[in-house]
């Protein structure tokens, strides 16, 4: 009976590792709604990290992760750090851009620019 209770652990316990496995997928756009291509998204805290595609959109595995935190990062646009669940599946984000920073720095600094 041990031996048959044994096998039966051994043998569901890898569906019951691998099955943990969260996958958190979206699209990424900018404040006019248009797709973002080559945005860096990351987990962080790791090396586990994804780029979105030509229509904006990622998928990223977790690495089993319960919860933490995707940051959303592409040059001319502000940095921008998104909490998940491991109940989060589907991730849309919208980044917004630097105009306004840029304005600032033209308007207070015109030789470094």
């Known amino acids: 009976m041990e031996k048959l209770k044994l096998s039966f652990i051994l043998l569901f316990f890898p569906?019951?590792?691998f099955s943990q496995k969260n996958t958190i997928k979206g699209k990424?756009?900018?404040?006019?709604?248009?797709p973002i291509l080559g945005v860096s998204i990351l987990l962080k805290?790791?090396?586990i990290g994804?780029?979105?595609d030509f229509d904006g959109k990622y998928s990223i595995?977790?690495?089993k992760k319960v919860e933490g935190v995707l940051i959303f990062n592409y040059l001319g646009f502000e940095v921008k750090n998104v909490n998940f669940t491991k109940n989060t599946k589907d991730l849309s984000v919208v980044l917004g851009g630097l105009a306004s920073h840029a304005h600032w720095l033209v308007e207070?600094?015109?030789s470094r620019v």
Do not use: C, M, R, W
């Not at 990424?28 to 248009?34: A, Y």
């Open 28 to 34: 990424v756009t900018d404040k006019t709604g248009e």
């Open 45 to 47: 805290d790791s090396q």
């Open 15 to 17: 569906l019951i590792v």
């Open 50 to 52: 994804t780029t979105s």
């Open 108 to 110: 207070n600094h015109p």
């Open 61 to 63: 595995d977790t690495n």
